[in-house]
């Protein structure tokens, strides 16, 4: 699936504050790596059926084991193990014999102490990485885990490691940790390093295992087929602490809803939400709706955090002429897209917006093969669209009880046209405050 930048910060995927992006909200990693990882497979969305079934299998298949997973791997024991390789040792002894050890600890001391301690860790990271390759070690397991179990277990065939494994303790004599740390240091660097790597991707679908559990998403249905469509029972904003379910369909036959409603009512949650489960659906990850089935599409583009260009004197306005010119040359181009348009046009004034909407609307009607959302106040413009088969009008109903508003966030059939914008103004007191200027 194709996405550019300004869809993943219009979808929160990422967020320049860091706790309200998608991101942070199912990052459980236990390590720093593994973070870097997580982002790296949620910000490189997959490209066919089977390699979405093919990682929704790894994350079923470690959420089998997570009670299990080794508490000797902790981010600290990595960053130990990095500072090592990073470390300019004095060459470190390799010898039977107990002299040499004596030496090296009386004569380089720092070198010592930090070798003894390092071992110490390797101990742990190898026992721990022992035991997931024999939790996850299986002849039915998802072929992303295998191939990691497979290479992890070539990683752990040579006879020195094997003897570190094995140990009962992390006090050993001083020759054998230095025999052990020169072989480490000087014989083993390329296979630890890669054992780290193979220990970030297994704790990055831990943590995709961990979220699908702890929020209690489901794996959709998602199938590579010549027509968009998306059909999803109670879904929500995974964002959202408290969030109302919405059920969607979008086809061939009605592959665009017309949406409207006051501000504050859902609309632009409602918009984020469906974006955000099909993205997540296209990475692989369980989504946040009871059921959900999709096609597999090529592109997912947004239109709805808009800004102005001080540097290149380029207005709002002109600017959302532009984004919309960059969608219509990207989705004339034959793929299955998904479109999303918040609020259009929102930098000129009504008529104006009016009817540039129309011309936009009308023109994205035309085009089959992608499925669009667009939100607007402008609720004029719904009748002159009622004429085309293949629009889907929706609303989220306000309404105001002695001047409170109340929002229920139920998606409804039809068109709304709630303006409680001085409503608004009024209750936050800003009309009283102007009244006594």
Same mark, same amino acid.
């Given at each position: 699936?194709?996405?550019?930048?300004? +869809? $993943?910060?219009?979808?929160?995927?990422?967020?320049?504050?860091?706790?309200?992006?998608?991101?942070?909200?199912? @990052?459980?990693?236990?390590?720093?790596?593994? +973070?870097?990882?997580?982002?790296?497979? !949620?910000?490189?969305?997959?490209?066919?059926?089977?390699?979405?079934?093919?990682?929704?299998?790894?994350? +079923?298949?470690?959420?089998? *084991?997570?009670?299990?997973?080794?508490?000797?791997?902790?981010?600290?024991?990595?960053? *130990?193990?990095?500072?090592?390789?990073?470390?300019?040792?004095?060459?470190?002894?390799?010898? $039977?014999?107990?002299?040499?050890?004596?030496?090296?600890?009386?004569?380089?001391?720092?070198?010592?102490?930090?070798?003894?301690?390092? =071992?110490?860790?390797?101990?742990?990271?190898?026992?721990?990485?022992?035991?997931?390759?024999?939790?996850?070690?299986?002849?039915?397991?998802?072929?992303?885990?295998?191939?990691?179990?497979?290479?992890?277990?070539?990683?752990?065939?040579?006879?020195?490691?094997?003897?570190?494994?094995?140990?009962?303790? %992390?006090?050993?004599?001083?020759?054998?940790?230095?025999?052990?740390?020169? $072989?480490?240091?000087?014989?083993?660097?390329?296979?630890?390093?890669?054992?780290?790597?193979?220990?970030?991707?297994?704790?990055?679908? #831990?943590? /995709?295992?961990?979220?699908?559990?702890?929020?209690?998403?489901?794996?959709?249905?998602? %199938?590579?087929?010549?027509?968009?469509?998306?059909?999803?029972?109670?879904?929500?904003?995974?964002?959202?602490?408290?969030?109302?379910? #919405?059920?969607?369909?979008?086809?061939?036959?009605?592959?665009?809803?017309?949406?409207?409603?006051? @501000? /504050?009512?859902?609309?632009?949650?409602?918009?984020?939400? =469906?974006?955000?489960?099909?993205?997540?659906?296209?990475?692989?990850?369980?989504?946040?709706?009871?059921?959900?089935? !999709?096609?597999?599409?090529?592109?997912? !583009?947004?239109?709805?955090? =808009?800004?102005?260009?001080?540097?290149?004197?380029?207005?709002?306005?002109?600017?959302?002429?532009?984004?919309? %010119?960059?969608?219509?040359?990207?989705?004339?181009?034959?793929?299955?897209?998904?479109?999303?348009?918040?609020?259009?046009?929102?930098?000129?004034?009504?008529?104006?917006?009016?009817?540039?909407?129309?011309?936009?609307?009308?023109?994205?009607?035309?085009?089959?093969?992608?499925?669009?959302? !667009?939100?607007?106040?402008?609720?004029?413009?719904?009748?002159?669209?009622? =004429?085309?088969?293949?629009?889907?009008?929706?609303?989220?109903?306000?309404?105001?009880?002695?001047?409170?508003?109340?929002?229920?966030?139920?998606?409804?059939?039809?068109?709304?046209?709630?303006?409680?914008?001085?409503?608004?103004?009024?209750?936050?007191? *800003?009309?009283?405050?102007?009244?006594?200027?």
């Amino acid at each position: 699936m194709e996405i550019d930048k300004v +869809t $993943y910060y219009d979808l929160s995927i990422l967020n320049r504050e860091e706790e309200y992006s998608l991101l942070h909200r199912i @990052n459980f990693c236990t390590t720093a790596g593994g +973070t870097e990882r997580l982002q790296y497979l !949620l910000t490189h969305p997959l490209r066919s059926e089977q390699q979405i079934l093919q990682t929704q299998e790894a994350i +079923t298949q470690i959420g089998s *084991v997570m009670n299990q997973w080794p508490k000797e791997i902790t981010n600290g024991t990595l960053l *130990v193990l990095e500072k090592f390789y990073g470390y300019p040792f004095d060459k470190i002894p390799n010898s $039977y014999s107990p002299v040499p050890a004596f030496l090296y600890q009386v004569f380089d001391t720092p070198d010592f102490s930090l070798v003894r301690y390092t =071992v110490g860790y390797f101990i742990d990271f190898l026992k721990g990485i022992s035991k997931l390759r024999q939790l996850l070690q299986t002849e039915f397991g998802s072929p992303v885990v295998s191939a990691i179990v497979a290479e992890i277990d070539k990683k752990l065939q040579a006879s020195v490691i094997r003897h570190i494994i094995t140990e009962k303790s %992390k006090k050993l004599p001083p020759a054998k940790m230095l025999r052990y740390g020169h $072989y480490l240091r000087y014989e083993y660097k390329q296979e630890a390093e890669r054992l780290m790597q193979l220990y970030h991707q297994l704790d990055a679908y #831990y943590s /995709m295992s961990m979220a699908v559990q702890k929020f209690n998403l489901h794996f959709p249905t998602v %199938k590579e087929c010549n027509e968009p469509n998306i059909q999803a029972k109670g879904l929500y904003h995974l964002l959202l602490q408290t969030p109302v379910a #919405y059920d969607v369909t979008l086809n061939p036959q009605t592959n665009f809803i017309f949406l409207t409603g006051a @501000n /504050m009512a859902g609309k632009s949650t409602f918009i984020r939400g =469906v974006g955000c489960a099909v993205y997540l659906a296209h990475v692989g990850m369980g989504v946040p709706a009871q059921h959900m089935q !999709l096609s597999l599409f090529d592109g997912l !583009l947004s239109n709805i955090q =808009v800004q102005d260009n001080i540097v290149k004197g380029e207005s709002y306005f002109f600017n959302e002429v532009q984004r919309i %010119k960059n969608t219509v040359i990207k989705i004339t181009d034959g793929r299955k897209w998904l479109v999303l348009i918040d609020e259009l046009f929102k930098g000129t004034n009504i008529q104006d917006a009016m009817h540039c909407s129309s011309a936009v609307i009308k023109g994205l009607l035309k085009i089959k093969n992608s499925l669009f959302i !667009l939100s607007t106040h402008l609720y004029e413009i719904g009748d002159e669209l009622k =004429v085309y088969p293949n629009i889907s009008f929706r609303y989220f109903e306000t309404t105001a009880t002695d001047e409170q508003l109340q929002f229920s966030y139920q998606l409804k059939e039809g068109i709304s046209n709630d303006r409680f914008g001085y409503l608004i103004l009024k209750k936050e007191k *800003v009309v009283e405050m102007l009244e006594k200027l």
